[in-house]
Every structure is written in C-alpha cells, then in structure tokens.
C-alpha cells in the first residue's frame, strides 16, 4: 500500500518551545489530517486541511498542506506537558473510505 | 458525547485460538474500521465497512475475518491466533462522506503466545 514517511520518529520538548513536524507522501491526496493520540486512548482528530497550501490552526497548533499535495507539516507553539503523545499524520483520497497514516512521532518531555 | 468502545482493553491468547474482538458505536455511523498500530508503522488498515453485512478489506487484511450483523457493532475475528498478530487493535467509525474524520476506541493490547 502507500506509506507516508513522518519525522521525525521523536522528541523531546521543553515548555516553551516551539516544534514542527512534517510528513511526506509518493502519491497525492485530497486531504491531509493530524491526529493526537495520549496513553491510553485512541487518536483523536486534530485538524483537517482540504486544498493546497491551505494553513489552518487549532489553537496552539498549526498545520499547512503542501502545495504538491504529497506533505504536510504540523507545529506546536509554546510547548506544554500535556503536548505529549503520538501525532500522526493521515492522508484521504478522494474517493473511498480509507485513510493512509504515517509512523507517527512521539512527543516526549524533557527530562 | 460521541462514543467508540471496545470489549476489552487487554487480552493474552495462546497460539492457534480463535480471538474476538467487538467494537461499537452509538454515534449510528454508518463506516467502522480495524487497525492495527505497530511502533514505527503507524495504523494499518485491516478491514472496514460501510454497512450492515458489508466489508471490504484493507491494506492487511491476511489472517483476520470481520462481520457487522448490527450497524452499531464491527467485530474482527483472529480464526488461529499467531505470534506475530501481537499488537494493538484499534476499531474507528465515521459518517459516510467524512471518512476522513474518524472516532477511534481506546484499542485493545493483544498478547498472543
């Protein structure tokens, strides 16, 4: 099947601190989506992004979709404890039901 | 509140048992899923469905089974659980249209050994 390559796999974050994420695709899709998943729990939907070059934010988070169609990036701005988890990115085709989702980065606190 | 729940949150299955996996929704979402989360490989798509009695496979769809009798439940079937089926299982639903914006259940950690 397709595969989304995210990076990167992990890090660590100090409060404050700003930190981006991207994820980059061989094919094209029709939607990019980010998704948030804590310990415990399933993903949940961050933001959705439905043409090029679109930016969108969601409070702290910002996330743009590429003007190839084939990226997208997600930053956090001003780090806090409770950014930590698993961020994925997904891409949509336009037609069907599936989405194809990237390896995911894991967010952690510095120690 | 939307929900997604699934039967159990963790389960040990010795090799060659068959494993069920229930999954329900009471948001009357018409698409549900199977994924399977690995680390490093992100969800992989292992079945979805878009109504009653109906499926199609998705990405790895090897060695598992799925039914939905009932609109609200999406069951996934290990028919000979194997080692390497170890992992989270992961059941989502959408509303038809929006299969981008799914709801997911908590998963369930599968130990099979």
């Known amino acids: 099947g397709q595969q989304l390559n995210q990076s990167p796999q992990s890090m660590f974050i100090q409060e404050g601190e700003d930190v981006s994420m991207n994820c980059t695709s061989s094919s094209i899709f029709n939607t990019w989506l980010w998704y948030k998943q804590e310990p415990g729990e399933g993903p949940v939907l961050l933001i959705a992004?439905?043409?090029?070059?679109e930016l969108t934010s969601n409070g702290r988070l910002t996330a743009q979709f590429g003007i190839t169609r084939k990226d997208s990036f997600l930053n956090i701005s001003a780090s806090i404890p409770s950014d930590v988890g698993i961020y994925f990115c997904?891409?949509?085709?336009?037609?069907?039901?599936?989405?194809?989702f990237g390896g995911g980065t894991r967010v952690l606190v510095k120690p | 509140d939307v929900k997604v729940t699934q039967s159990s949150r963790y389960l040990v299955k010795r090799t060659g048992e068959k494993v069920f996996l229930e999954c329900v929704q009471d948001?009357?979402?018409?698409?549900m899923f199977w994924y399977r989360q690995d680390p490093g490989l992100g969800l992989r798509l292992i079945y979805f469905?878009?109504?009653?009695?109906?499926?199609e496979k998705g990405d790895i769809p090897e060695g598992y089974s799925v039914s939905r009798e009932k609109k609200e439940r999406f069951s996934l079937i290990l028919e000979s659980a194997s080692t390497n089926q170890t992992s989270m299982y992961l059941c989502?639903?959408?509303?038809?249209?929006?299969?981008?914006?799914?709801?997911f259940g908590p998963g369930t950690r599968l130990t099979v050994t």
């Open positions: 992004l439905y043409k090029a070059g």
């Open positions: 997904a891409g949509h085709e336009a037609a069907g039901n599936k989405l194809t």
């Open positions: 948001m009357d979402h018409e698409n």
């Open positions: 469905s878009y109504d009653v009695k109906m499926k």
């Open positions: 989502a639903s959408s509303v038809i249209g929006r299969s981008y914006e799914q709801y």
